[in-house]
């Protein structure tokens, strides 16, 4: 931006659009925590970070708008330009600024490696410690401690030889840099999990492929119950282990999901030590709206995360139990605002890992995540147009339902249709002198009855929206009972687990007091799980759902969506303009079950094998026993197998629980058939591990039990 004079200004005093971007641009950099000085006054001992303005470079190289020091050293420059011009032909001149910089100034790294090109309204920035430097956007500034954690980092070859790879072949001058996160993320070491599966193996080559290609958003598609969790968590280790990422992000949009993630952090040992994840690095599920200095991996909802940006002190839990993505889309017309925050500075993390994100973050919540200067990585099973146009069309793996059964990873499911005339055309009431019409208050549930002047019509849209005929809902119960037991699941003798989805808080109500009326049930055998249930938590009620007897039926809204861990479901659909389609699952997945494609589409169901393939482990899911693994001796130490009873192994649990007993044979034998023996852990880690299985095998017995001691009592 050149100088401007008194001369130039504005009549009236106005100031220029050069003037106005500077200003901005001051206070944008303020904000970041840099001292701003004019070049006459500068004081380097002022702040860590110094920005001065005006500053002369050597001959021939012009003026930089300001020049950035840390620690008393000259590490970068800003070149500024006035709202409305487009950035990317003015690397030239910046690239001046970094090669300009005068002799006998100090200076860690010549040519200046962070460069900045700002209107005050938009913010280009580049690193010259990448590999393939590359403009990218920016929300504000980094903050001057950051720069000086970039430039203390390891080279590449001597971060590469840390964890044991080859380091690439680099020049002189390149090879004794600071390693950039990009940089790293190009070394990466290939894949080479044993038993991983390979819809997983595929998905990470995919994903890593496009960090190594620096695409900013990558979009990863994978049926439910395909394991996005587990490979989410993968990438992650690797992406802290070899790319050197400080802090990751895992975002979801509800409480409950929030715990599941968090669960399967704790229990995910690494594919090279067998260690768990949470032994080696520390992961924060946010209570509070504080982030430890030492946390590798944070779990927050995306409103937990916006009231941190926002500065509050606290957030009200109860908030984060229904999905703010779906819940605020009608009230708002307008994107949040966002504003810069120190304590939460845009470079705060390196990955944003995006749980089920087929929901509406790219409408009101998308400025949220685009506040960060961080790769974005979406993890969904039913992506939409707008959700591929947000991930920039990088869809880095595919993998469908279709797909998921053939490979015996899910399972198929069944569609039972419960049609009516109403559901499918909606209806006409005739006004007449015997007709009174109830009208129910949406926020009180008053009612009062008016008698219509006119006849009144309503479509198939307006069912259980503004219009409420229960003996539609009536109709829909009664089949479901009347014919569970002949049609739906022939020759069982107890409900199953069904999962009821209505269309707001009030469909429920009338949904929870039909079926209770239908089956000539009390309370406990219908029950409504949304985020206006009180005094219980959605997490126990959600427990409740997966492992006592009762309650047989839930009815929800949003509260159990996509990727939520369940029991056994025969899932009802009660929220579309469709008939509501009834699903079974008839599968399971270690052995919890999971609805998918919730809120309007159908559910999938989970595979039927119990157990993911971990070497050298075994594995007692609650209703078999199987090798995972074989056997071997090592040091005196016989890790050995199991007499697994076949007959179980492809069971359900409702099979389980209808034997009178189970008797569990436990021995130990040599397993000559392992090649692999001089990889073995020590015997004291496979001591542990069994140990750990057992106790784990004794909580999922745990879990079935209420279940037999009521099928006893009947």
Same mark, same amino acid.
Request: hydrophobic share 35%; with cysteine.
């Given at each position: 931006?050149?100088?401007?004079?008194?001369?130039?200004?504005?009549?009236?005093?106005?100031?220029?659009?050069?003037?106005?971007?500077?200003?901005?641009?001051?206070? #944008?950099?303020?904000?970041?925590?840099?001292?701003?000085?004019?070049?006459?006054?500068?004081?380097? *001992?002022?702040?860590?970070?110094?920005?001065?303005?005006?500053?002369?470079?050597?001959?021939?190289?012009?003026?930089?708008?300001?020049?950035?020091?840390?620690?008393?050293?000259?590490?970068?420059? /800003?070149?500024?330009?006035?709202?409305?011009?487009?950035?990317?032909?003015?690397?030239?001149?910046?690239?001046?600024?970094?090669?300009?910089?005068?002799?006998?100034?100090?200076?860690?790294?010549?040519?200046?490696?962070?460069?900045?090109?700002?209107?005050?309204?938009?913010?280009?920035?580049?690193?010259?410690?990448?590999?393939?430097?590359?403009?990218?956007?920016?929300?504000?500034?980094?903050?001057?401690?950051?720069?000086?954690?970039?430039?203390?980092?390891?080279?590449?070859?001597?971060?590469?030889?840390?964890?044991?790879?080859?380091?690439?072949?680099?020049?002189?001058?390149?090879?004794?840099?600071?390693? *950039?996160?990009?940089?790293?993320?190009?070394?990466?070491?290939?894949?080479?999990?044993?038993?991983?599966?390979?819809?997983?193996?595929?998905?990470?080559?995919?994903?890593?492929?496009?960090?190594?290609?620096?695409?900013?958003?990558? /979009?990863?598609?994978?049926?439910?119950?395909?394991?996005?969790?587990?490979?989410?968590?993968?990438?992650?280790?690797?992406?802290?282990?070899?790319?050197?990422?400080?802090?990751?992000?895992?975002?979801?949009?509800?409480?409950?999901?929030?715990? =599941?993630?968090?669960?399967?952090? @704790?229990?995910?040992?690494?594919?090279?030590?067998?260690?768990?994840?949470?032994?080696?690095?520390?992961?924060?599920?946010?209570?509070?709206?504080?982030?430890?200095? *030492?946390?590798?991996?944070?779990?927050?909802?995306?409103?937990?995360?916006?009231?941190?940006?926002?500065?509050?002190?606290?957030?009200?839990?109860?908030? @984060?139990? $229904?999905?703010?993505?779906?819940?605020?889309?009608?009230?708002?017309?307008?994107?949040?605002?966002?504003?810069?925050?120190?304590?939460? !500075?845009?470079?705060?993390?390196?990955?944003?890992?995006?749980?089920?994100?087929?929901?509406?973050?790219?409408? /009101?919540?998308? $400025?949220?995540?685009?506040?960060?200067?961080?790769?974005?990585?979406?993890?969904?099973?039913? !992506?939409?147009? $707008?959700?591929?146009?947000?991930?920039?069309?990088?869809?880095?793996?595919?993998?469908?339902?279709?797909?998921?059964?053939?490979?015996?990873?899910?399972?198929?499911?069944?569609?039972?249709?419960?049609?009516?005339?109403?559901?499918?055309?909606?209806?006409?009431?005739? &006004?007449?002198? @015997?007709?009174?019409?109830?009208?129910?208050?949406?926020?009180?549930?008053?009612?009062?009855?008016?008698?219509?002047?006119?006849?009144?019509?309503?479509? +198939?849209?307006?069912?259980?929206?503004?219009?409420? +005929?229960?003996? =539609?809902?009536?109709?829909?119960?009664?089949?479901?009972?009347?014919?569970?037991?002949?049609?739906?699941?022939?020759?069982?003798?107890?409900? !199953?687990?069904?999962?009821?989805?209505?269309?707001?808080?009030?469909?429920?109500?009338?949904?929870?007091?039909?079926?209770? #009326?239908?089956?000539?049930?009390?309370?406990?055998?219908?029950?409504?799980?949304?985020?206006?249930?009180?005094?219980?938590?959605?997490?126990?009620?959600?427990?409740?759902?997966?492992?006592?007897?009762?309650?047989?039926?839930?009815?929800?809204?949003?509260?159990?969506?996509?990727?939520? $861990?369940?029991?056994?479901?025969?899932?009802?659909?009660?929220?579309? #303009?469709?008939?509501?389609?009834?699903?079974?699952?008839?599968?399971?997945?270690?052995?919890?079950?999971?609805?998918?494609?919730?809120?309007?589409?159908? &559910?999938?169901?989970?595979?039927?094998?119990?157990?993911?393939?971990?070497?050298?482990?075994?594995?007692?899911?609650?209703?078999? /026993?199987?090798?995972?693994?074989?056997?071997?001796?090592?040091?005196?130490?016989? =890790?050995?197998? +199991?007499?697994?009873?076949?007959?179980?192994?492809?069971?359900?649990?409702?099979?389980?629980?209808?034997?009178?007993?189970?008797?569990?044979?436990?021995?130990?034998?040599?397993?000559?058939?392992?090649?692999?023996? +001089?990889?073995?852990?020590?015997?004291?880690?496979?001591?542990?591990?069994?140990?750990?299985?057992?106790?784990?095998?004794?909580?999922?017995?745990?879990?079935?039990?209420?279940?037999?001691? =009521?099928?006893? #009592?009947?």
């Amino acid at each position: 931006m050149k100088r401007i004079t008194e001369g130039e200004r504005l009549p009236g005093g106005d100031k220029t659009p050069e003037q106005r971007a500077r200003d901005a641009i001051d206070d #944008q950099l303020s904000q970041a925590g840099w001292a701003v000085q004019n070049r006459d006054e500068a004081n380097l *001992s002022a702040a860590r970070g110094v920005a001065i303005r005006e500053f002369k470079m050597a001959d021939g190289h012009g003026f930089a708008d300001h020049l950035l020091y840390v620690d008393k050293h000259a590490v970068g420059a /800003l070149e500024a330009k006035p709202a409305g011009f487009t950035l990317s032909g003015v690397k030239p001149q910046v690239d001046k600024y970094s090669r300009g910089l005068p002799d006998n100034l100090p200076a860690p790294i010549r040519p200046l490696p962070f460069l900045y090109v700002s209107t005050g309204v938009e913010t280009n920035f580049i690193n010259l410690l990448d590999q393939e430097p590359r403009s990218r956007s920016l929300f504000g500034f980094h903050r001057p401690e950051t720069l000086a954690e970039w430039l203390q980092a390891r080279n590449l070859p001597d971060w590469v030889r840390a964890w044991g790879g080859d380091p690439p072949t680099l020049d002189a001058a390149r090879a004794a840099l600071p390693s *950039s996160l990009r940089a790293r993320l190009r070394a990466m070491p290939p894949v080479t999990i044993a038993d991983l599966w390979e819809n997983k193996r595929c998905a990470l080559e995919n994903l890593e492929e496009s960090f190594h290609d620096d695409r900013p958003r990558a /979009l990863i598609q994978m049926a439910t119950g395909s394991g996005k969790p587990m490979l989410a968590i993968t990438s992650i280790y690797r992406l802290i282990k070899f790319g050197g990422a400080r802090r990751v992000l895992f975002l979801v949009d509800r409480t409950n999901l929030g715990n =599941q993630a968090a669960k399967e952090f @704790e229990g995910y040992r690494t594919p090279d030590d067998h260690r768990k994840f949470t032994e080696l690095y520390k992961v924060q599920h946010l209570k509070g709206n504080t982030v430890g200095s *030492s946390t590798k991996v944070v779990i927050t909802t995306i409103q937990r995360l916006y009231s941190m940006l926002k500065g509050e002190p606290e957030f009200d839990p109860t908030s @984060e139990e $229904q999905s703010q993505f779906i819940k605020d889309l009608a009230a708002l017309r307008e994107p949040l605002p966002v504003a810069y925050d120190k304590a939460i !500075p845009p470079e705060f993390f390196d990955i944003i890992f995006i749980d089920e994100c087929h929901r509406s973050i790219y409408t /009101l919540w998308r $400025q949220v995540l685009e506040y960060f200067d961080a790769y974005l990585i979406g993890l969904t099973a039913t !992506p939409s147009k $707008q959700t591929l146009g947000f991930f920039e069309q990088n869809l880095v793996m595919e993998y469908r339902h279709e797909e998921a059964v053939a490979d015996k990873v899910n399972v198929p499911f069944d569609v039972y249709r419960i049609r009516t005339e109403i559901t499918e055309k909606g209806s006409k009431i005739d &006004a007449g002198p @015997e007709v009174l019409v109830g009208k129910r208050d949406r926020r009180t549930r008053d009612k009062r009855w008016e008698q219509p002047e006119e006849d009144i019509e309503y479509g +198939a849209k307006d069912l259980d929206r503004s219009v409420v +005929a229960e003996d =539609q809902i009536r109709l829909i119960a009664k089949t479901f009972k009347d014919r569970l037991f002949s049609e739906i699941f022939p020759g069982r003798k107890e409900v !199953p687990k069904t999962l009821i989805f209505a269309k707001d808080d009030s469909h429920a109500e009338d949904i929870v007091r039909i079926f209770r #009326q239908e089956f000539g049930k009390g309370d406990d055998f219908c029950q409504k799980i949304t985020y206006l249930t009180t005094g219980r938590t959605p997490k126990d009620l959600i427990q409740d759902f997966r492992n006592s007897f009762n309650p047989r039926i839930a009815v929800t809204v949003d509260m159990i969506a996509t990727g939520t $861990q369940t029991s056994r479901n025969c899932h009802v659909h009660a929220d579309r #303009q469709k008939p509501p389609p009834l699903r079974a699952d008839e599968g399971a997945r270690r052995p919890r079950y999971r609805p998918d494609r919730i809120a309007g589409r159908y &559910a999938r169901c989970c595979r039927k094998d119990a157990f993911h393939h971990r070497r050298l482990r075994w594995r007692y899911r609650g209703h078999a /026993l199987r090798r995972a693994a074989d056997g071997a001796e090592k040091d005196g130490f016989v =890790q050995g197998a +199991a007499r697994t009873c076949r007959a179980w192994r492809d069971r359900f649990r409702l099979l389980f629980i209808a034997r009178d007993k189970a008797s569990l044979d436990i021995f130990w034998l040599r397993d000559e058939g392992l090649e692999d023996s +001089a990889s073995l852990p020590d015997p004291h880690v496979l001591a542990a591990e069994i140990a750990e299985d057992l106790r784990s095998a004794l909580d999922e017995i745990g879990d079935v039990l209420p279940d037999l001691q =009521q099928r006893n #009592q009947d």
